[in-house]
């Protein structure tokens, strides 16, 4: 088993949406293994990612949706790393269209740690950023 498929099938309830942002091809593989749909509008981060003029605004309003309390499963790791190029696999790198959110979030929100693997993943609960 995946220790992003653990974290999810430990902090998310069966069936229930997860906000997942994990380099592309494990975000599509962990929320396939676990029967999931991302609480992003990204079905393939790599192809929706080719679309980013159409794709970015819909992601964003969704960040803008989500609430103090929503749980996130990420690898710190990507959080200061650039956007990778297109069709390069950059082991821990995030495409623009996740970055982008990534970066929503991060802005509108405080991260606090719930659960963490040896292998540098990590589930955050959205925290409300006083005002």
């Known amino acids: 088993m995946l220790e992003t498929e653990a974290l999810v099938r430990r902090h998310w309830a069966l069936g229930e949406p997860a906000l997942v942002l994990l380099e592309p091809e494990l975000t599509v593989e962990t929320l396939l293994r676990t029967d999931r749909v991302n609480r992003l509008p990204i079905g393939h981060p790599e192809q929706d990612n080719l679309v980013l ?16 309390g929503t749980l996130m499963l990420v690898a710190p790791a990507s959080f200061g790393r650039p956007a990778r190029p297109i069709a390069e696999n950059t082991p821990e790198a995030l495409v623009a269209l996740q970055k982008a959110a990534l970066d929503r979030i991060r802005a509108r929100f405080g991260l606090q740690l719930v659960d963490s693997t040896p292998g540098g993943f990590a589930v955050m609960r959205l925290l409300a950023r006083p005002r």
């Open 53 to 68: 003029d159409e794709a970015r605004p819909r992601v964003l309003r969704a960040v803008d949706r989500l609430r103090p």
